[in-house]
């Protein structure tokens, strides 16, 4: 960074006592919403991909299917798009579909175009199909499930990467090429096709798998022992604002706009981001020339400096007067005092890692974050209502907020616990993974009832003051790996959710099985600094 740049910024977090800590959980806490809307921004354009791969305006493409025309044709293809004015309008005028009078008013009809235009009978043999019939079942699973294929590959060598070298350029590296693909994707649809966005969405998945494990690696080094629960929370939760994004531009923007403009948007908002984070974020406060030395004192005697192997045994022989090492040293010491390899049979071998692998596991299955996504769209489409009303605007993003107050609610109870003594961190981690089988429960139990969301959103906030933690709390020195180990485990789930999904239909028992599961895995899950957190690894005999 420039000097004077760096100065500059410098003397204006001096200036409005900016706490370095808060910055970098700001910038992570944006990085956690981008990585979720560059996910998920798919799923909310998918139908409209399709059609358009299927129409008039993709050049050079053919149709993935050419079937006959299917008498209900117009009924699917009413499902699969949100019914507003404008669009029936926009489609009207261009002569690519017909007026439903199920869906306009007789006088909003007297507005449609001379019948000469298009007349009944005499449409185009290329004309618009419904979603399945243009791409088979099989092309759009294989879209939706690229990313996840490639997602769970890349999480525990984004851990690794991320202690040894330093979370900030691993998860800057995670976020920027993800927009750059992101930007490219409606260029690659229209140019190549289905094949081609699965590429792209494997690719996506595969940059995007390091965010979470680098995430983890840096609140190790900055987030301080007693802030854990609300900081870490409110920053790994994250993801509900980010669906919370998701909804509302989808809704008020790709209502009006072409579909590219989506993903135009989302991957321009990474990039923005990136060259913030990179300019005002760094991977330990030891090497930030902004963090006051008051500052980094509390975060040095509160981050269990004494377990951290990168700041460990060094700390004495800081250059300045402040302890500030500069930008320069900021990745030989990193790599050299950390360990090349972690120890895998000591971390294979431990109960509690199993215990938060399984419970990680049962939480994204019962989660099923992209079926509850439709689910939300096709209950608004039901009751013909717009993105435009304020009304379905907070009934669409009222759980998803509310998932993220709860977390800030039952993070800062659990520092409460915590620091007051009245549990110890096990059982302060404990008590919230049971709460979120509770919580789960009566979801299940009232879910056709008014009030039973309420449940659920409790569960949610619990969740990550409790699963989501535990990395942190195991092994400073490792919590990226162990992020990556959990979440990757994790991601088999979306991977396989069709499948499972099936199974549990078919078979009552899988239910059973993934209840005594949770149980189990929140019986032994542990909040204490495990044995390998210190060990160094293992080495083969001679």
Known sequence: MLPAVEQKLSDIFIYLEVRQRWVLCCFTFLAIINAYTMRLCLDFTLNRIILECGGHRVDNVPQV????????????????????????????????????PNQISDKRSRDREPAGENPPGQEDSQERLSCSELWPRQTQSLVVMAFYAGYMLTHVPGGRLAERYGGKWVLGAAILTSAVLTLLTPTAVRQGGPYALVAVRLLVGICEGPCFPAVCAL??????????????????????????????????????????????????????????????????????PFIQSEEREYIRCNTSNSFLLTTGGEREEMDGEDGYEGEDGEHGREVDATCNTAPWRSMLNSTPLWALVSTSMQQEFQQKLPQELQIALEEVRAHGSSFSELTTIIETIAPSVG??????????????????????????????????????????????????????VLGMGAYYASIKLLPLDMSPNYAGTLMGISGGMGALQELLMPYLDQLETDYKLVSSVRAAMWVIGASYISGDVQAFNQLEPEREPQ
């Open 219 to 288: 609140l190790a080094q900055w987030v301080p022992e007693q802030e854990r629960g609300v900081l870490a929370s409110c920053v790994l939760s994250g993801g509900e604002i980010g669906i919370t994004m998701v909804q509302l531009v989808s809704g008020l923007l790709v209502a009006e706009q072409d579909w590219p403009v989506f993903f135009y948007l989302v991957g321009g908002g990474a990039v923005a981001w990136f060259l913030g984070f990179t300019l005002v974020c760094y991977s330990t406060p030891d090497h930030c």
């Open 65 to 100: 299917l050419n079937p006959k025309a299917l008498p209900n044709w117009r009924f699917e293809l009413a499902m699969a798009l949100n019914h507003t004015e404008y669009q029936l309008r926009s489609r009207l005028k261009a002569g690519k579909e017909h007026q439903d």
């Open 403 to 456: 998932n993220w107050m709860a977390s800030l609610t039952t993070g800062r109870l659990s520092d409460v616990l915590i620091e007051q003594q009245i549990l110890t961190r096990t059982q302060t981690r404990r008590l919230m993974s049971w709460l979120v089988f509770l919580c789960g429960s009566m979801y299940m139990l009232q879910i056709k009832m008014s009030g039973a969301r309420i449940w659920s």
